[in-house]
Every structure is written in structure tokens, then in C-alpha cells.
DNA sequence: ATATATATTCGCAAAATACAACTAATCCCA
DNA sequence: TGGGATTAGTTGTATTTTGCGAATATATAT
């Protein structure tokens, strides 16, 4: 490990690999992307489409699709808006609920298992550095900045 | 930013967000998974194309077509191994080189900018962090260990 | 000789994605 | 208030990527 593009090179390739691993559910295969779609409309209040497909830099008509799987799979739900009837709120159903639980607990059992190799204090440092540079890349002038 | 689960969803996916910006150099338009293909042929030792196949966990059928690509783009070149001719013995060409170190700057001029944000004993911490994490995640019996 | 390993190729099907054109709802301002 | 512009989302179409299976060629191993 030289230098430090290489070091992000390859943590961030791991984690590629770990979210891919981790997106078999239940009775349906969930894909990277929907993976992402389900946390983000966990996480955010009421939603709408472009909100999300925002978050992600997805396209809108390509996440419009996503989301039509995912309805399908009944594990997302569309509502219209009361305010905007043009505007679709994203909610996720029970079964969304669960798979975005199940997922969540799949990763976290793998960073507690990663950071089973660690002492709590280093856990402690690693976890504030990742918040720290979550923190400047949001500052960052640049590229990526998805989440506002 | 509450849990660590969080914290590590929203970090990768921001990388994931750089390094898909970090790739149309010169005159050649370069996919993701194809600047992953040329980093790791730069990195590993004469490697083979199951190699690298392996390594970023790409069918080899599907690896077999990208660098079919890749050698019509003339970033990189196929010589057959003397030790055992059935394999091919991948590596970059001065193109690819070129391709290889423009994706680099590209990816450490944004590193910096993000590291730009913080103290330079911030910086460390988080780079050290970073290393532990690496070494840990490949400590993991579990998943995501491609690189040995 | 037979089996095994590396890589290529082909056909196929599934999935992701993008662009353009479209509908429907809302906004705005003259 | 009315009509053009704008916005949210959908759908058609085409392209691209990818994976899988099977067949092939070639080289190596037992």
C-alpha cells in the first residue's frame, strides 16, 4: 500500500464487492442499485422520485423503471402527492421494511466482524476519520456531492 | 450521520459517484470497470487474464470482451506467457500508461481537495485509518477479499 | 492417452441505461 | 383568468453491459 489513491482504491473496491454480496433477500434478488434505492427512501422524509433518483445520480427515466421493479416486488410503494399531484411520494411497504432490515443487518454484521480485528480505540478513530472525511467531501467544490 | 453503517453507505457511494466521474481521459471514453482494468494490470506483477478477472471478481467471458476493447483502444497489450503458453500476460501499453496516470491524477487532484479541508494531522489519521481499515477488511473470513 | 486448465468465441437472454417524445399537473404573469 | 412555460413522471426505442452455457483450440499435467 504506497500511496493514498491506492489505498481508496482498494477500500472502496472492497466495499463494492461487499454491497454486490450483499443484496440476495428473501425470496427476491435485489441489485446494488435497488439496494441503494431502499435505503434512501428509508432514510429520507417522504420522498418523492426525483429526490431519490437526485441522491443517487440515477436518471430519471432509468429509476422510474427501478422503482416500477420494485413496486412490482412489493417492496416499494407510490403515493400522489396531496400537495402536487404530479409528484410521487416513496414509501418503502412492509416487505421493503424488512428487506432494507435484513440488508442492513448483513453489512453491519461485516463491519463488526472487520472491526473485530481492531481494539475499540481504534475502531473509535476509524469511525470518526470515515465522518470526517464523509464531512469534507460534502464540502468538496468538486465532483460527487450527491447527498446536499 | 448516526450509525456506522450510515457513515460507510454514504462514503462508498461517493466514491463510487468520483470514480465514475474519473473516467473519460484523452480521446478515449473509459468505462468504470475498464479503469479498474487498467489499474490492476499496472499494479500486479505480469499478471494473467484469469488474474485479473479474479481479482475484480468480472466473468471471465465478460473480461475476455473488455479487453478485447481495450487492446482495439491500444491501452493494452497481450503477450503470451514462455512458461506457459496457454496464458496471456497482460500489460499496458504507453497509452494505457498515459490513461492509467491521467485517471490517477484526476483521482488524487480530488483527494486533495478533500484532504484540503482538513489539518495535516487530520490528514493522517484518516490515511492510517484508512490503512487499518484495508488490512482489516482483508483479515475478514467473510466476504470481499479479492486482492489476497 | 486422458484429463485438466487457460482462454476465445458464439448465441442467447436479462438488465441497466440514455435519449426523445409524450402526458398530466402546476406555475406564472400579462 | 387564460395560455404558454415548466416540472414530474412515464413510455418507446435503441444501445450497452453483463452473465451463462456450450463448443472450440491449445497447452499442460498425470
Known amino acids: 500500500m504506497e500511496n493514498t489513491r491506492e489505498l481508496f482504491q482498494i477500500m472502496t473496491r ?3 464487492f461487499l454491497n ?6 428473501g425470496d427476491h434478488d435485489i441489485s446494488l442499485v435497488q439496494s ?3 435505503y434512501e427512501i428509508d432514510r429520507q422524509h417522504h420522498p418523492s422520485m426525483q429526490q431519490i433518483a437526485d441522491t443517487l ?3 430519471i427515466t432509468t429509476f422510474s423503471r427501478q422503482i416500477q421493479s420494485l413496486v412490482k416486488m412489493n417492496l416499494v410503494k407510490k403515493t400522489p402527492s396531496s400537495e402536487d399531484r404530479r409528484v410521487s411520494i416513496l414509501s418503502l411497504t412492509p416487505g421493503g421494511k424488512d428487506a432494507a432490515a435484513a ?13 473485530s480485528h481492531m ?4 475502531k473509535e478513530i476509524v469511525v ?12 468538496s467544490a468538486g465532483c460527487c456531492n450527491p447527498m446536499g
Open 14 to 16: 472492497r466495499f463494492g
Open 36 to 38: 441503494h434505492i431502499l
Open 128 to 139: 470518526r476519520s470515515i465522518r470526517l472525511l464523509n464531512s469534507c467531501m460534502a464540502k
Open 119 to 122: 481494539s475499540d480505540f481504534e
Open 57 to 59: 445520480g440515477i436518471d
Open 103 to 115: 440488508i442492513d443487518k448483513k453489512m453491519n454484521a461485516y463491519l463488526n466482524e472487520v472491526f
Open 20 to 25: 454486490k454480496n450483499c443484496c440476495s433477500v
